[in-house]
């Protein structure tokens, strides 16, 4: 059984962080209702969905990704680069607890889960402007145990690693060649993103298939031709936000090591 941690969409999420995207006006209850239909995708994907309520003093709390990493042996509390948004993962690691044992970053290290991208045992994190190299090695400390192993890798031009590169299949990764160097994958096959949909990296894998957003329907054709089913979710109004599909949940196995 596969768990996803999600949280409702903040009534203040028009004032969220920002860094690559214009600020532009919100409805949210639009965002809502899309979330509504992200979460049930992921239930007709075969997972079992956690809804934490909103937190209307934290915009960005709908991107639970950013304060959490969940392996199948440990759970990390990540300490977000934006200080706004360190007071979100209490609620988080409230239901991790059930799950895993807990371990955290600590300051000075800053990581956001959207620049951590684990492709079997390789944990790739973005050098982002969210995701410091004190985090970089205390990650690499604490998952050294479980026999990963930690690579960085700069990004450039996009918020997270993960909004430039993301896994599509066991051997396959979709990438946005303009964000991050694809010669750091090259043990992958790559799926790259049609150009003229820049943001279109970044798909939530679930099984055999996706979570990928309705608005990038060329690329999407790139995914199926590659036999990847997709599920075509509308997240506008989170992707005004800088949200994407990952972004909107902590997908983990129940059990994981039973
Ligand atoms: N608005 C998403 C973020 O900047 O963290």
Redesign the pocket.
Known sequence: MWIAITRDVSGSLGG????FVPRTEIDIGLAARQHHAYRQALEALGCRVLSLPAQDAMP?AV?VE?VALVFDEVAIMTR?G?ES?RVEGASVADVLAEYRPLRAIDAPGTL?G?DVLRVDRTVYVGQSA?SNAAAIEQLRELLSGYGYTVQAVPTRGC?HLKSAVTQVADDTLLVQPAWVDPAVFADYKLIEVDPAEEHAANALRIGAGVIYPACFPHTRQRLEAAGIAVTAVDLSELQK???ATT?CSLVFRENALR
Not at 16 to 19: D, K, N, P, V
């Open positions: 969220c962080e920002l860094s960005d991107f950013d977000p934006a948004r956001d959207g969210r918020l936000a800088e949200g972004c």
